[in-house]
């Protein structure tokens, strides 16, 4: 006797569809308002302004030399005719790392607060990070048809265990010293989780927005597939022609689009990070004694 699980999948599958088919058209309308919103606002930025506000960005967050290497990589994109392809791959990472923060930072200090849930969720965390990529284009496809929509929710799926795991790491990993302190002072627990905790642990949360980023930038191209769009177009009209420098071209500039994004997220988590004293207080020194003052701060 054998148990056919494709059989379990496919009827689940079909249950769905059949039952809760306004509910799915009510997503899709969603994650589309969102995604076709950030699309017109990022096409509605003249090409020399939007590099110019990387530039700007590169130069604030990194330093001289790397907003010289954006300046010029970006105006290399323009030269290959690439730039609405690259502003539609930029709306289509901004709106799945939006939906993946949305879902995942609250799933993330769900499981530091709560030891049950985290062994309840780690091992879908484990299944989502393993899964092969392509395996998440089926169900998308089939309930939200093709295009922007279903590539945006596969790359949320794909995309957001990195958030949840390290938010939920960086909150584990707060010194004790520091929540004694809150507790101490008369903390509610949610004063503790926005007032301390979320404060101190944001260099590894921010650490995993930015792989989170990472991983949207790869799977919106595999999601070129079913519509998506975007350089993923450019790189599978390469493969489809065995145009090698079609391919090379697209795949130049979602390397030249990752280091950019990689390098100005990486700076927010840094420990000297404007971000983290707008949040809350965090002492000038990770053994610093934490005080009155401090806290109140």
Not at 159 to 181: C, K, S, Y
Request: proline share 5%; hydrophobic share 55%.
């Amino acid at each position: 006797m054998t148990f056919e699980i494709a059989d379990v999948v496919d009827t689940a599958v079909n249950y769905i569809l059949d039952n809760f088919s306004p509910a799915l058209d009510m997503i899709a309308a969603t994650i589309g308002f969102v995604t076709g919103g950030i699309l017109a606002a990022l096409a509605a930025v003249p090409m020399p302004v939007g590099i110019a506000i990387f530039v700007v960005l590169s130069l604030w967050r990194v330093g001289f030399g790397f907003a010289v290497f954006t300046g010029l990589s970006l105006w290399l994109v323009q030269y290959m005719g690439l730039w609405p392809a690259t502003m539609e791959t930029l709306s289509l990472v901004i709106a799945s790392t939006i939906l993946a923060m949305v879902v995942g930072l609250p799933l993330g200090i769900a499981m530091a607060r709560n030891d049950t849930v985290a062994a309840g969720v780690r091992p879908v965390l484990d299944l989502m990070q393993t899964m092969p990529a392509f395996v998440y284009l089926i169900p998308a496809a089939m309930f939200f048809g093709l295009g922007a929509v279903p590539g945006t929710i596969a790359t949320v799926i794909f995309a957001m265990p990195p958030v949840v795991r390290l938010t939920n790491l960086g909150i584990r990993q707060v010194h004790a010293e520091f929540i004694e302190a809150g507790q101490a002072f008369g903390c509610t627990s949610s004063q503790l989780l926005f007032k301390v905790q979320l404060p101190n642990a944001l260099p590894s949360i921010m650490a995993g927005i930015n792989q989170t980023i990472m991983l949207s930038l790869s799977m919106v191209v595999i999601a070129s597939m079913i519509g998506a769009g975007g350089l993923g177009n450019t790189v599978l009209t390469g493969i489809q022609r065995l145009d090698v420098g079609t391919g090379f071209e697209g795949g130049l500039a979602v390397v030249i689009l990752a280091v950019v994004l990689d390098r100005i997220t990486q700076s927010l988590g840094k420990e000297n990070a404007g971000l983290r004293r707008l949040l809350s207080w965090k002492p000038a020194e990770t053994d610093a004694p934490v005080t009155r003052a401090t806290v109140s701060g």
